[in-house]
């Protein structure tokens, strides 16, 4: 293609809203264009990148058996009544209403237009494992879109979806579709941080996200140093960290329990006007690690039998739907912690299998504890179901609220003083806690999803009465996984994982073009060098940009390395049209340039991308 | 692919909306499903057929140096409001409210996407011409969608764009397109007929539309019958259609003067209660052909100069903005028309250079011509223009409305008894007239459009503001061209041409598999050597089906005629087993099948399928 051919509008002016690499450089190179707030256009020579990033993603997901289908980007609103999501999804599902006022949605996933094919073309088992796949246009009302593709409104997504009949065959699926993703991203040049994670409103349980680094990323990863060196592969979204214990005064839960033998009888005192840990901290001149923290959480949707849990025994149990479990929609919660540590909001509702968990308000507080807030405390507790971090467990001669006004306990241990009604992991993990693998220590880094995938298990077969006949004629409900990858966003990370200030330079895997040919003046000998060199290379396969422009070798060098192609040939007048014509090669991602005899030029350049290629694809 | 592992829920009864083969086919050899009215999802065997349509499609822009971008399926409501399209488009085009308020579209076409990028970017007329092109989703709120993919709501369109200095360049580029549409739909292996076609609502003067005949189809074309005998290349939708001048009383509009003069005079006749041509025509004891039918019509967006035509002295003249022409919002016109014919609304808008011409209601013709509606007429008509058809011309003798009620005229003629203010052919032609061209019998086909290309002129580039500096350096506004072609249609097209009772029959370009396979029972030397037939084909780069299923002959048979895969080998036990083994293999077209050795019939194959896509191709 000659440059003159194609619509590169390069600019040197960076957009004002452009704060990162990709952003900036996908404006600059000529790639992207904005319409309007979040949604964007690619541009010519953008679309080359987007379209390989593309068909490699097609090629893993048909290699490991998914099928491509294409269901439609407008989808009825039914199906997601059917689902809940209709509810659940909230302002970031868009909505419209059609001439004949029917509901609609811009579909932000699948999930209901995939089970529902599925449901009604599944009768047996024998059809079961199915994998079904689509790359389309979604949308995300995103309510403040910003940093490019990275965070838009419309955006594409491959998202794979697969039936099975048990949970192993699921699994089976799910791995591949984790070694899938992982070569993705090998072959697009990109490092990622496969974590565990939260599957959050998705529900079900058994997820795995695929993580950039990015000082912007709308994710808290907990990392172990030793990671790093290859030694460990912790790895997590902060949603769902854990970390080793370090119950730092003693060695172990025995020791706790001697310790706490031994420790005086717990008494009141009297702590006038004190009421957040620091206070209490310097009016007892103690450290917030012998405290207690206890804290009233509300929780909707407990899917956990409350039957026989202190003060729920009023609490109503309901089935939302046939299908569903029976669910509390509200139950209040005391959950202690250690006083230096924080509560994980997230883990506390995954433990008490609830859909979310927050502090409860003021007005509940008073009434459940019978004190102002910051007076809850464990000793004594009847009217609600205790909840300790297991960092409680290793608490003697500790610091609490006396459920009064202006009070608290001293010398209360665990174990003697009170019980709890559940025990569980519920701390929020910070850079310095220890590695539960390794014991190596944790550091964070903000991270940018760019894949994920699922165990969805029952969810939306049950929902939307998905079923088939097993091997004994009876009916059976599939289980499900889900599987996504952002285009776009896989796209723009590798931008910000390879560029330097002149522009990109992409891995030859994605490149718009392997090889920008520079004539520095497209004429006479030099002309006919380059259309020469231009149709050896094509013939080869590899793809060619010759800038045939009528601008100075300065200009044509600049935006060479803005556009970031991994091979430049510049073709001189004086070197040409020597008696060993040459003309000077350059690796984008090298400094020095090197003269090669002209008739080698297109062979070596061949192989050179080739084996690029090959090393990305290995 | 082995069969079993693909996805291809064929059915045996037809869905009771599928009238069409294309929507039967399409759903019987799972191809497609319906989630809702319009809306459809391509299941796997489908989308391999239809991403063929869309490669085909790409490689024939490309070759015409289009480029392809992907602007955003959501597009902002701001720029069909700068576009007036917003207004103009009516309850076809799907809005959108997003969370903050905000007004979109779901885009039934992107010119004003296109035209906002180019403005952008554009500033020299070094620039230009530049064409860019997408194939991406579109939605059009159907308000009773059909047919399956060929009126459905969601559907996919390749569009084009293409932005010129001069109007010898934009011609260019249209005829490029008019040859890449031609090799598109031949590579396709459909028959399509080019009509030139009024450009209607897009606005804009040059248009052809690609057509395919169909009993359902929501055109109604004008065709030569020499055109079958490759004779005469007439073809016309009937919005535009012209035909020859069928003066039948005199050999040339000379003799129509001199018959004229040689009529009675003009005289006033009683016609008591007649108010139609046929109650007249019985009244009179003559024939419609003697009438002078007139009658008033309403036009509105009058772009045409009216300063000196009658009645029209106090019309104001406004411009809708800055740089548009200035119109007439409303305009009324007697039109007269051999009463044997009917007034062709669309030709008679465009010779008015008119939005819209509209019969006027009651009220407004008895204020403008002064008698009941029935009784206008050209003799003595002060207080409208009067626009004739030709046929009126050659009309001497004649019958007409005497501009009061229940009286007429006879013996009127033409250029003696009144004079027209324009004379055009604004007639609907019909089937029996003769060719303009060639004088051959015109008839008549019911069409549906694949494709369509336009010169759009200064419609969009002026309202949206486009310009650059010309060689002079001064501000100028460039014209524009765009083109259309529908993906699902033409995949459904092919099917609707080709097909037999037992299903679809697919030409090798855009067939989903080029073999099916059939073991006649997957096993021993049976299995072996239909894994070896697949093995070679592969590698010759022949996509094949193994049908691996533990199924009767007759009904993988039946499957693979239904599904309509070009060559079909037959692997049985007893051929394969002799001492030279053999297979049979049958090409869907053909009724017979024959036996071939069973080293050869790969190479036998692969060579046939190279031959048919080459033939396409050529």
Not at 165 to 179: H, I, P, V
Not at 301 to 308: G, K, P, T
Request: proline share 4%; aromatic share 8%; with cysteine.
């Amino acid at each position: 293609m000659n440059y003159s051919k194609m619509f590169i509008p390069t600019l040197r002016e960076v957009p004002a809203d452009a704060v990162i690499a990709s952003h900036r450089l996908m404006f600059r190179a000529g790639l992207l264009r904005k319409l309007a707030n979040g949604l964007f256009a690619y541009l010519p020579l953008g679309l080359r990148s987007f379209r390989k990033v593309e068909q490699i993603v097609r090629e893993e997901m048909n290699a490991i058996g998914a099928l491509e289908a294409k269901p439609p980007v407008i989808q009825p609103g039914e199906l997601w009544k059917e689902s809940g999501r209709w509810d659940a999804m909230g302002e970031s599902l868009l909505r419209v209403k059609n001439r004949l006022d029917s509901d609609f949605v811009v579909t932000p996933t699948a999930e209901e237009a995939f089970t529902a094919l599925v449901r009604d073309e599944l009768s047996s088992y024998r059809q079961l494992p199915l994998t079904l796949y689509q790359i389309n246009t979604k949308y995300r009302d995103e309510i403040r879109p910003r940093y490019g593709v990275m965070r838009g409104r419309e955006f594409t997504m491959k998202d794979a979806y697969s039936y099975h009949t048990n949970d192993t065959c699921l699994d089976e699926m799910y791995q591949a579709m984790g070694r899938a993703y992982r070569r993705i991203f090998k072959r697009c040049g990109l490092s990622v941080i496969p974590v565990k994670a939260d599957s959050g409103a998705m529900g079900g349980s058994g997820s795995e996200e695929f993580m950039v680094e990015s000082e912007i990323g709308d994710n808290t990863l907990i990392l172990c140093k030793k990671h790093n060196e290859g030694l460990c592969d912790y790895a997590a979204n902060v949603e769902k960290a854990t970390c080793a214990a370090d119950f730092t005064a003693q060695t172990s839960i025995e020791d706790a329990k001697a310790a706490a033998a031994k420790t005086p009888a717990f008494e009141k005192i009297d702590t006038p006007n004190v009421k957040t840990i620091e206070e209490l901290c310097a009016f007892l001149k103690t450290e917030p690690k012998t405290f207690i923290k206890t804290l009233i959480y509300r929780a909707s949707n407990v899917e956990l039998d409350l039957s026989s849990a202190p003060g729920c025994e009023k609490l109503e149990r309901k089935k939302p739907s046939l299908d569903a479990p029976p669910v509390y929609a509200e139950a209040f919660f005391a959950v202690a912690i250690r006083g230096d540590l924080d509560v994980n909001e997230v883990k506390l509702a995954a433990v008490l299998k609830a859909s979310e968990a927050a502090l409860a308000v003021e007005t509940d507080v008073v009434r459940l504890t019978g004190a102002p807030v910051g007076f809850a405390g464990p000793v004594g507790l009847k009217t609600l179901p205790l909840v300790i971090d297991t960092s409680v467990t290793a608490m003697f001669d500790s610091v609490t609220g006396a459920l009064e006004k202006d009070l608290h306990y001293r010398h209360v241990a665990y174990g003697r003083d009170f019980e709890a009604w559940m025990i569980e992991d519920i701390r929020t993990v910070k850079a310095g806690d220890r590695c539960s693998l390794c014991g190596g220590e944790l550091y964070v880094k903000m991270g940018n999803e760019l894949g994920h995938i699922f165990k969805l298990g029952y969810k939306y077969t049950r929902s939307m009465n998905v079923s088939y006949l097993d091997e004994n004629g009876k009916n059976q409900i599939p289980t499900m996984g889900c599987y996504g990858i952002g285009v776009d966003r896989t796209m723009a990370s590798v931008i910000e994982e390879h560029h330097d200030e002149a522009g990109i330079i992409w891995p030859a895997s994605i490149t718009p073009y392997h090889v920008i040919i520079i004539p520095i003046k497209y004429d006479g000998k030099v002309k006919e060098a380059a259309d020469k060199l231009m149709e050896e290379l094509t013939s080869a396969g590899i793809e060619s940009l010759l800038d045939d422009r009528n601008e100075r070798p300065g200009v044509k060098f600049n935006d060479a390395d803005l556009l970031g192609i991994p091979w430049r040939i510049v073709i001189g007048d004086k070197n040409i049209t020597q008696e060993r014509p040459q003309v000077e090669i350059k690796y984008r991602r090298e400094k020095e340039n090197r003269m090669i005899d002209l008739d080698k030029t297109a062979a070596e350049i061949t192989l050179k991308i080739r084996e690029e290629i090959a090393l990305l694809n290995s």
